[in-house]
């Protein structure tokens, strides 16, 4: 496969490289950095925040309210610490990440848009599309978000190849979803549609699975869904991208045998996520699958001051504004409401993710 | 499906926020942490500074793996090396570049 014309560097198997050897180093840096505040500073922080409430007399049990947690939590410095880390890792990742595609932002424009008009795949967009203004939000406070930015897709790329830590350098977790995702019970799959499909690493790993299939991958962001599809043609695979939004996606009824959603359904508001849903269901055909794999989901289970905590800390400063409406929603009723019969999907190895296979009644 | 094909607003209360400039999350005023926002200027400046400190490095380890490969003693060159007027220039922009980066949070969040 080639991706040569991703990047002036080349590229990292199907990931492109940075423009200069000095933005790789900067970013493997901010990859290591971040490993060291999320993962290693993670757990001291809870229990030292946990020991904060202890010594004001305060049982840190899932009672206590969150601005109660927060007041004692943003007094304790390894806490204030721990936010300052958290969040100038992340500012960054962007601030590099950006700085090193938009090194040659007209090169890059020149080949998106030479991509557009060739195959394997169709782009399809309409230049009038009216993008929601709950969906223009920085989220994970990358530049423009997955809307406003042309360089978003690239950016949003290998900018997430640093969140991931180097464990989805080669689409590896995308790869899993693609053949943890069910199959209707009759083994037809001739449609399949990934939404929500960001730069389009499932959607071809989807068709990598389902070679016969006729592929769709859709999203709210334009930027995004170019260079998915100028990284499909490269690659080789012959998948559709559309911009449309996932509660409104403009296929017929009952066109789909699968539809697949990724990390997806934390990043919109609940009112969204019901009208997607529906959307869902009405683009399936009866006995048609819907695979979610997505942010843990707590609905009325209890979780303890510090997870709370940091749930709002994400929202807040991580530009994750309706994540807590989600996690805090009863979101397997939800899908039944929506007409799907619920079951728990194929666990993938991120420990993070629930998994849940919504199948609309045959 | 076709590209021209009509859609209709989404018409939900929530999508009326407005959105915001490009880049307004990174560089905007940011968060401040600490009690004093001069702590929160100083750790951004030392996370810079190492940022900066390990992407040397790492050219550094580059370079000298690539002359070595061609067989040339870079450390003993580097030592007696002397810079032309036009070279000190050039070094002495890239300077005050790497300085406006390192400081950049103190001019950032002034209060």
Known sequence: MATSTLSPRGSIGVLPRPSGLADESYTDFVETFRDMALIKMFPIMCDTGHAALSQAGIEPTHEVPLDTA???????????????????????????????FAHDEAAHEARLKAFESQ?????????????????????????????????????????????????????????????????????????????????????????????????????????????????????????NYIQALAEETGFDDGQFDMVVSYIFFHEVPVEVMKAALK?????????????????????????????????????????EPYSPGFVYADFRRLIAEAGFEVADGKQPSNAFLQSIVATKPA | MSSDQARKEPGMDMMTTPSP????????????????????????????????????????????????????DA????????????????????????????????????Q
Not at chain 1, 191 to 199: E, F, H, K, P, R
Not at chain 2, 90 to 95: I, S
């Open chain 1, 70 to 100: 927060k007041a004692h939590f943003n007094s304790v410095p390894l806490i204030q610490t721990w936010q300052r880390f958290m969040r100038s890792a992340q500012e960054m990742m962007w601030r590099r990440t950006r700085a090193s």
């Open chain 1, 119 to 239: 195959g394997p795949g169709r782009l399809v967009y309409d230049p009038d599309f009216h993008v929601p203004d709950y969906a223009r939000r920085e989220i994970h406070l990358q530049p423009g978000g997955y809307t406003d930015d042309p360089l978003g897709g690239i950016v949003y790329h290998y900018g997430t190849k640093i969140f991931y830590q180097g464990m989805n350098d080669q689409d590896e977790l995308h790869a899993e979803v693609a053949d943890f995702s069910a199959v209707p019970a009759d083994g037809k799959v001739a449609n399949v549609l990934d939404i929500a499909c960001g730069v389009g690493q499932g959607t071809v790993q989807l068709k990598r699975r389902f070679p016969g299939a006729e592929v769709w991958g859709l999203d709210v962001g334009l930027p995004v869904i170019r260079y998915a599809h100028m990284r499909s043609v490269e690659l080789g695979s012959d998948v």
């Open chain 1, 279 to 319: 959307e869902v269901h009405r683009v399936l055909r009866p006995g048609g699958t819907f695979s979610i794999f997505e942010f843990p989901n707590h609905g009325a289970t209890p979780l303890p001051p510090a997870i709370r905590f940091m749930i709002d800390y994400d929202s807040r400063d991580n530009c």
């Open chain 2, 21 to 72: 400039a490009i880049g307004e999350e990174i560089n905007g005023p940011g968060r401040a942490y600490f009690d004093n926002v001069v702590t929160d200027n100083i750790v951004d400046a030392l996370i810079e500074l190492a940022a900066e400190v390990w992407t040397t490095r790492d050219r550094l380890m580059v370079l000298e793996s690539v002359l070595a490969e061609r067989g040339i």
């Open chain 2, 75 to 110: 450390a003993s060159l580097v030592e007696a090396h002397v810079p032309t007027p036009e070279q000190a220039a050039a070094r002495k922009a890239m300077r005050e570049a790497f300085v406006a980066q390192v400081f950049a949070s103190f001019s950032r969040r002034t």
